[in-house]
């Protein structure tokens, strides 16, 4: 059979100076006609080496055989049965690194297969569907998850669709953990995560919201309670550069500017909740967060965003479509360049003071270290700067339960194999195990647990 050497099809987008003024969603997916001409693509490979990239194993073929047999519910059941939250994933993973890296297409025939925009093609067309999911026969045993993140939310479905009755305990008003508070409106509309939220209640799980464990319900309350306990807290406490002049007004964590914006709508010109929109942003980072911070100030009226970070463009751990995106929108990077001062007036900002660098002896990691230029310096004006560099599990929890061990990071110490932390029948996955790092991986470390829960409590 001849081999289909069709180029791989692109989804289509907003004009970049259309999309850079609204918060409307950027990628506007496939049609059918284009998904079905997309899922030909795929060669069907008997040894499917797509699956080794993904972290909660997808069978990718089956699913996306089902786009070309016409078949969309059977393309849904076989990805849902995989995957809880396959319209989000389908937005906000890394495939190009995952599942599309090994596609075997991805050299020589005209791309990889776009498994990500059929993931979310296949994701929406099921989120459509108005049948509701059959709970499943109760198997007696109750389970706590702390947080609503993408850890907890797919370890509560895989547990819901076995019998469990669980119980997710979020702090804010609002489930979804850092699918709400942190990823943009124009990347991850919020009545779509809600959709997806939806349907993993459908099977059973309740979710109490406004409750902080650590301090509304404690840690060992939840043990004596229920059978197991997954945390998936995540890792929601920022970062600073540790540099004076951070403690001037218009100086934002990225954590608390994207929260303000995405989960307290502070876009919305009649929501309650205030944050300051700067007419010259500095934005310090280059990964996801920081492209979603700089393309947000965007949105929100500057008129000029600058994305400052130490390391050259090949170094910038951002998605490659996210720092293509952010600079077709407009964002200036000022690449090879560090903030020592963020200088200010009358406690406000109005400059950051920046050394240029140059790259050196790769360090541990491999990457060429950034080396400072002596004497050479550069100030860019502005009135709001936006910090993302990084963030770390938030201390409450471990400080609440001196039996859960952590690293000196404070990240939760697991069982590599089975999630469970130093505590009996208590596991953890994301980024409170992690540190920050994608929603896929926390989903596969919910996965994993649920699956060690089941096998431990059903034996």
Same mark, same amino acid.
């Not at 075997?104 to 989120?127: M, N, P, T, W």
């Not at 991850?188 to 309740?206: H, S, T, W």
């Given at each position: %059979?001849?081999i289909?050497?069709?180029?791989?099809?692109?989804?289509?987008?907003?004009?970049?100076?259309?999309?850079?003024?609204?918060?409307?969603?950027?990628?506007?997916?496939?049609?059918?006609?284009?998904?079905?001409?997309?899922?030909d693509?795929?060669?069907?490979?008997k040894?499917?080496?797509?699956?080794?990239?993904?972290?909660?194993?997808v069978?990718?073929?089956?699913?996306?055989?089902?786009?070309?047999?016409? +078949?969309?519910?059977?393309?849904a059941?076989?990805?849902?049965?995989?995957?809880?939250?396959?319209?989000?994933?389908?937005?906000?993973?890394?495939? &190009?690194?995952?599942?599309e890296?090994?596609?075997?297409r991805?050299?020589?025939?005209?791309?990889?297969?776009?498994?990500?925009?059929?993931?979310?093609?296949?994701?929406?067309?099921?989120?459509?569907?108005?049948?509701?999911?059959?709970?499943?026969?109760?198997?007696?045993?109750?389970?706590?998850?702390?947080?609503?993140?993408?850890?907890?939310?797919?370890?509560?479905?895989?547990?819901?669709?076995?019998?469990?009755?669980?119980? !997710?305990?979020?702090?804010?008003?609002?489930?979804?953990?850092?699918?709400?508070?942190? *990823?943009?409106?124009?990347?991850?509309?919020k +009545?779509?995560?809600?959709?997806?939220?939806? $349907?993993?209640?459908?099977l059973?799980?309740?979710?109490?919201?406004?409750?902080v464990?650590?301090?509304?319900?404690?840690?060992?309350?939840?043990?004596?309670?229920?059978?197991?306990?997954?945390?998936?807290?995540?890792?929601?406490?920022?970062?600073?550069?540790? *540099? $004076?002049?951070?403690?001037?007004?218009?100086?934002?964590?990225?954590?608390?500017?994207?929260?303000?914006?995405?989960? %307290?709508?502070?876009?919305?010109?009649?929501?309650?909740?205030?944050?300051?929109?700067?007419? $010259?942003?500095?934005? !310090?980072g280059?990964?996801? !967060?920081?492209m979603?911070?700089?393309?947000t100030?965007?949105?929100?009226?500057?008129?000029?965003?600058?994305l400052?970070?130490?390391?050259?463009?090949?170094?910038?751990?951002?998605?490659?479509?996210?720092?293509?995106?952010?600079?077709?929108?407009g964002?200036?990077?000022?690449?090879?360049?560090?903030?020592?001062?963020?200088?200010?007036? +009358?406690?406000?900002?109005?400059?950051? $003071?920046?050394?240029?660098?140059?790259?050196?002896?790769?360090?541990?990691?491999?990457?060429?270290?950034?080396?400072?230029? &002596?004497?050479?310096?550069?100030? *860019?004006?502005? +009135?709001?700067?936006? *910090?993302?560099?990084?963030?770390?599990?938030?201390p409450?929890?471990?400080?609440?339960?001196?039996?859960?061990?952590?690293?000196?990071?404070?990240?939760?110490?697991?069982?590599?194999?089975?999630?469970?932390?130093?505590?009996?029948?208590?596991?953890?996955?994301?980024?409170?195990?992690?540190?920050?790092?994608?929603?896929?991986?926390?989903?596969?470390?919910?996965?994993?647990?649920?699956?060690?829960?089941?096998?431990?409590?059903?034996?």
């Amino acid at each position: %059979m001849a081999i289909n050497n069709t180029p791989r099809n692109k989804m289509t987008e907003q004009a970049p100076d259309v999309r850079n003024k609204n918060f409307k969603e950027v990628c506007l997916g496939f049609d059918a006609e284009t998904a079905k001409a997309e899922a030909d693509r795929c060669l069907n490979c008997k040894n499917a080496p797509c699956r080794k990239g993904c972290p909660v194993g997808v069978n990718i073929p089956a699913f996306i055989n089902g786009i070309k047999e016409g +078949d969309l519910d059977k393309a849904a059941a076989l990805l849902k049965g995989d995957n809880n939250l396959p319209s989000i994933c389908g937005r906000v993973c890394p495939q &190009e690194k995952q599942c599309e890296s090994f596609c075997i297409r991805q050299a020589k025939l005209g791309g990889s297969v776009a498994i990500g925009g059929l993931e979310r093609f296949v994701g929406d067309y099921a989120l459509k569907q108005t049948a509701k999911a059959q709970k499943p026969e109760p198997n007696g045993k109750r389970v706590a998850v702390v947080g609503s993140g993408p850890a907890g939310l797919s370890c509560a479905g895989e547990l819901a669709r076995a019998g469990f009755d669980v119980t !997710v305990y979020e702090a804010f008003h609002k489930a979804g953990g850092v699918l709400v508070y942190g *990823i943009p409106e124009f990347r991850l509309p919020k +009545d779509l995560v809600q959709a997806e939220i939806d $349907k993993v209640k459908e099977l059973g799980v309740k979710i109490e919201l406004n409750t902080v464990v650590g301090k509304t319900i404690m840690l060992c309350e939840l043990t004596e309670e229920f059978d197991a306990v997954f945390i998936g807290t995540g890792a929601g406490l920022p970062a600073f550069l540790k *540099i $004076k002049g951070e403690n001037l007004n218009g100086v934002y964590s990225a954590n608390e500017y994207l929260t303000r914006v995405n989960l %307290m709508k502070a876009y919305d010109k009649n929501s309650i909740t205030p944050v300051q929109v700067g007419k $010259k942003v500095v934005v !310090v980072g280059a990964g996801n !967060v920081a492209m979603d911070a700089s393309r947000t100030a965007l949105r929100m009226g500057a008129e000029e965003v600058y994305l400052v970070y130490r390391r050259d463009r090949s170094e910038m751990p951002a998605r490659a479509e996210e720092i293509h995106h952010a600079e077709e929108e407009g964002v200036i990077f000022k690449l090879l360049t560090n903030p020592v001062e963020i200088e200010g007036e +009358d406690s406000k900002v109005v400059s950051v $003071k920046c050394q240029n660098m140059q790259l050196g002896e790769p360090d541990a990691s491999g990457r060429r270290r950034p080396v400072p230029i &002596e004497g050479s310096y550069i100030d *860019i004006p502005c +009135d709001q700067v936006i *910090i993302a560099v990084g963030t770390s599990p938030n201390p409450l929890l471990r400080k609440s339960c001196d039996q859960l061990e952590t690293t000196p990071k404070g990240t939760i110490i697991v069982n590599s194999e089975t999630g469970e932390t130093s505590i009996e029948n208590v596991y953890a996955g994301g980024d409170a195990v992690t540190g920050a790092a994608t929603v896929i991986l926390a989903m596969g470390a919910g996965k994993l647990a649920a699956k060690s829960i089941k096998e431990r409590l059903l034996k």
